[in-house]
């Protein structure tokens, strides 16, 4: 079993930036690749970005590219999403989640594992 619990979120004007992380405990952490999704209200549950068990592979959603970094401290049990110039349309609950063997995965169905999600606004 893995528990994980995301901090961070928060009410940001557009072009702000936030950081958020997720903290893992349970089983070996850097067996698992991480990711974190989005949903808003009334959409489906989407890919933002993944990585890999080592940090080394990165994936991003073309709407993020370029704007939103993901990394991890594997001796932290923590992964991080670095959001900066925030758009309105970033305004979602924001999920992390970790998939046993070490790829990243663009995929939700992939994860083994989910925290509770912790709540972005962005306002225009």
């Known amino acids: 079993q893995v528990q994980l619990v995301e901090s961070g979120g928060g009410l940001v004007q557009a072009g702000g930036s936030l950081r958020l992380s997720c903290a893992a405990s349970?089983?070996?952490?850097?067996?698992?690749?991480m990711g974190w999704f989005r949903q808003a209200p009334g959409k489906e549950r989407v890919f933002v970005a993944a990585i890999s068990w080592s940090g080394g592979r990165t994936y991003y959603a073309d709407s993020v590219k370029g704007r939103f970094t993901i990394s991890r401290d594997n001796a932290k049990n923590t992964v991080y999403l670095q959001m900066n110039s925030l758009k309105p349309e970033d305004t979602a609950v924001y999920y992390c989640a970790a998939a046993f063997g070490g790829a990243p995965e663009r995929t939700a169905l992939n994860y083994d594992y989910w925290g509770q999600g912790t709540q972005v606004t962005v306002s225009s």
């Open positions: 349970g089983r070996k952490f850097s067996s698992y690749a």
